[in-house]
Every structure is written in C-alpha cells, then in structure tokens.
C-alpha cells in the first residue's frame, strides 16, 4: 500500500510542450513538498503546501506551477518545457513541517 | 559557499566495514537534522532524525551531532552490501520563513562489496 505516489513514473516530452505530474499521499499528513533532483542526486525544494495553503515557493521560474486540490493531493504543471527541465520530480509529504518526510518513487522527466 | 556541504565520495568499503559520512553546514540556524538512504531509482527513505546534539542509535547506525562544530556524522557497523546506496544528510529549521524547508547535502555514494 504506497503511501506517497506519483503518476507518471517516467515522461518524455519535447521542448515547448506542457505536462503535469500528479501526487497523491495515503498517510494523513498535512504538508505536501515538490523537491527537484539533478542529475548529480542534488535535491532541492520547488515548493510545499500545508492544508492546501501555499507556504515555501523557492526560486522557481513562473512556468511551474502546483496546485492542490486538497491536502492529499498536491500536482505539479509545467507550462513551456525546457531542456533545463530534465530532472527527478519528487513529491513528499510530511505531519508537521518539522517532521520527516516520505518520499514518493519520483517522475522521471526528459525534454527532448 | 554551499549551506551544507557532504563528502560526495564515492565511497567503497568491503562487508563489514565501519562506515562514516558526514556533512558540515553553515547556517546556525538549523535544528533538526536527518538522514536519508537513496537506492537507484526510488525515493529517499529516512534512516534517522534527531534534534539535539550528541549520538543517537538505531540499530547498526549512530547519527551524531556536533552544533557547534556544525558537523553531522552518520555511522553504519557491520556494513552489508544492502547498504549501498546513496546517503543524503538533510537539516531544517523550526520557524521563520524557512520553517519546513529541508537543505539536503549531495549525497555520498556508498558500495559495500562482499
């Protein structure tokens, strides 16, 4: 029984196309994250969502944008896909913002 | 320079081996700090969590805290090939406008051969 999944595992796309991943968590938490990982395995926070309030947006461009709909669910459309963009999308999600967070298997995304 | 830095290895010892991992960090501000196991293509899992400085145990890994030194270590005894993985420290603060951020390392790839 997954507590964090993520849909699709892998997307191949082309440069100018919009796409979205969606996440969704069985464990009752409240927090929800988008981390962004490299190809060097650097994580780094997109974005989180506590109770469907937005509560971290990092540096992200524009074209990134989440949406939760409630607080299991929280996706992640990307408008006007780059190259720059291939990367490991996971979503995470924890209790409290001070808690461990669980990890989903990630998106596995690449603009050709 | 980098809010946390990790040894990024790689690292290759043989089964049974003491392993150590460690990251240094510069923002005082973190409190909490973690540990996480990344195997090929999955999510990373969490091994330890701690908060306060000195060593916790779980089992055949010690994480220890040094806040004024501002180095965190991760110990793994008796290691077994399942072990090889890629570790990342994580640390976070508890307030502010960076409260639920977690700052993540660079992982240290580990290979435990038998």
């Known amino acids: 029984d997954t507590a964090v999944s993520q849909t699709p595992k892998y997307l191949v796309t082309q440069m100018g196309n919009d796409k979205s991943i969606k996440c969704e968590q069985n464990?009752?938490?409240?927090?929800m994250y988008w981390y962004k990982q490299d190809s060097k395995k650097f994580l780094k926070i997109m974005f989180s969502y506590n109770n469907k309030e937005l509560i971290i947006n990092e540096t992200v461009p524009n074209r990134f944008s989440p949406k939760s709909p409630d607080k299991a669910h929280l996706n992640l459309h990307i408008n006007s896909l780059e190259l720059g963009d291939s990367a490991v999308y996971f979503c995470?999600?924890?209790?409290?913002?001070?808690?461990?967070?669980?990890f989903g298997n990630g998106t596995r995304l690449t603009v050709t | 320079q980098k809010e946390v830095e990790q040894d990024p290895g790689p690292l290759s010892v043989p089964e049974g081996a003491i392993v150590s991992l460690n990251c240094t960090y510069s923002?005082?501000?973190?409190?909490?700090f973690m540990w996480y196991r990344q195997y090929s293509r999955k999510g990373p899992e969490l091994l330890m969590y701690?908060?306060?400085?000195g060593n916790k145990e779980d089992g055949r890994f010690t994480a220890q805290v040094d806040k004024s030194s501002k180095y965190i270590s991760l110990f793994i005894r008796d290691s077994q090939p399942s072990d090889s993985a890629t570790y990342l420290c994580a640390m976070g603060v508890a307030g502010g406008t960076s409260y639920g951020k977690l700052t993540f390392g660079q992982g240290t790839i580990l290979t435990v051969h038998p």
């Open positions: 995470a999600s924890s209790q409290e913002r001070n808690s461990p967070l669980h």
């Open positions: 923002n005082s501000a973190f409190q909490y």
């Open positions: 701690t908060y306060s400085s």
């Open positions: 464990l009752g938490h409240d927090t």
